[in-house]
Structure formats: structure tokens, C-alpha cells
């Protein structure tokens, strides 16, 4: 597909743009990337999305599509190029979403609450939630990929997109607080999978340095 379809609004080193790229380049969709300069908000994001009015934005056929999470769900079902991206069982698909549902929801919220907390406290608490949840995404890691590479079992699914995306915000929480989030020892499976998920041909150009991604949160 042409380049002129589709259109990306992001800004680059955020977890929740990462998500549409890789999906675009599972299905190999061309697409124009439309960079919005951190702290600013154009006419054309304010018009495509004037409820929340934040990246990433995808616009396909001059249609907008808002939120990573439904953005990859939308491609997937809008383009047939490539592996599939949810199962199609409606039961697996019900799980996945579950799972992706709990990594913004619940998850993410202790991961970005690492980066700012007023006390040790806080502090202490939001990396114990961390770990926590990256101690259930291990055990849900070894029931939904039966045995394979990803979630999303030979190839990457919408659990590694959505996971996977803030691998280089966790290499940055490990070291700012001197931890070990994804240990191979305490979660194996996560531990080998994080390895395959960014040397991934639709992953490995997509996810940031981590002293690049710290350079980027200090600004």
C-alpha cells in the first residue's frame, strides 16, 4: 500500500508509537511519518484527535484512528498482509485483550510511577509493582505461547506489541534504580523472550537506546 494512505502522528521514543510502527511493519505497510516535536500539538493532531489530543494518531484513507492499542487492533483487521497480529478465536482474542487491557491499565502505571515519586516510598512501591506484574505476565507468558517464541506463538502478537514496546522504558527504570526487573533467573521465559521480541525484524530498528531514552525523559 502506498505511503500516501496511511499517515503516523508521533513523536519518536514513546512506547505507545512504538505499537502502530511494529504493527504496520508486520503487515509491510508503507506509511508517512508525520513527527510532532515533543511538548507541541498541530492543527492536524487537535483535528484528528479532539478528545484527547496525544499521539500516536494513525490516519488511513484521510480516516483517524486514535489510541495504540485500537490502532493495532485496526490494523490487523484492515490490512491481511502479513501474520496476524490477535488470534482469531473469540475466547484467545477476549484473553489477549485482557492482557493488554492490564499492561496499560494496571501495569504502566507503576512503571511510570518509578520515574517520579515524591518519597523512597513511593518509590519502593511502585517497583514492587512492577516486578509483581512482570511476575504474572511470566506465568500468563508460559500458558498463552504454548511452548513458542512469543505470545503471539511463531510470530509477534498483540501481548509482545504491547509489552514489548516499554522494554526500553524498563531498561531505563532498571537503571535509574540499580534493579533487575527482567531477571533470568526469577522469570526465564520474559527474560529469553525480551531478547527475541527487539532482535525481531519489525522490532529491532523501533526501540530506542536506553541513555537516549533517559536523555529524552530528562527533557
Not at 513523536?11 to 513527527?35: M, Q
Not at 482469531?88 to 501495569?107: A, E, M
Not at 507468558?141 to 509477534?156: A, L
Not at 531498561?171 to 526465564?188: C, F, Q, R, W
Request: proline share 6%.
Amino acid at each position: 500500500m502506498a505511503a500516501s494512505d496511511v499517515k503516523l502522528l508521533s513523536t519518536r521514543g514513546s512506547p505507545f508509537v512504538i505499537r502502530p510502527r511494529i504493527a504496520l511493519n508486520l503487515k509491510n505497510i508503507d506509511y508517512e511519518f508525520l513527527e510532532q516535536p515533543f511538548g507541541t500539538k498541530s492543527e492536524l493532531l487537535l483535528k484528528s484527535n479532539p478528545v484527547y489530543k496525544k499521539i500516536p494518531i494513525m490516519i488511513h484513507n484521510d480516516k483517524p484512528i486514535c489510541e495504540s492499542l485500537i490502532i493495532v487492533q485496526y490494523i490487523d483487521e484492515a490490512f491481511t498482509s502479513g501474520p496476524s497480529i490477535l488470534p482469531s478465536d473469540p475466547y484467545d482474542r477476549s484473553v489477549v485483550r485482557f492482557w493488554g487491557s492490564y499492561i496499560d491499565d494496571k501495569w504502566f502505571s507503576s512503571l511510570l510511577a518509578t520515574l517520579k515519586p515524591k518519597t523512597e516510598e513511593e518509590k519502593k512501591t511502585a517497583i514492587e509493582g512492577v516486578s509483581t506484574g512482570i511476575e504474572l505476565l511470566e506465568e500468563a507468558f508460559e500458558k498463552i505461547s504454548k511452548g513458542k517464541d512469543f505470545f503471539g506463538g511463531d510470530t509477534v502478537g498483540y501481548i509482545d506489541i504491547a509489552l514489548g514496546a516499554n522494554l526500553a522504558l524498563v531498561k531505563v527504570v532498571e537503571k535509574l534504580n540499580g534493579v533487575e526487573l527482567l531477571d533470568e533467573t526469577k522469570t526465564p521465559n520474559l527474560y529469553a523472550w525480551s531478547e527475541k521480541f527487539c532482535s525481531d525484524p519489525a522490532v529491532k530498528d523501533l526501540i530506542p537506546e536506553t541513555d537516549k531514552l533517559l536523555e529524552l525523559l530528562k527533557r
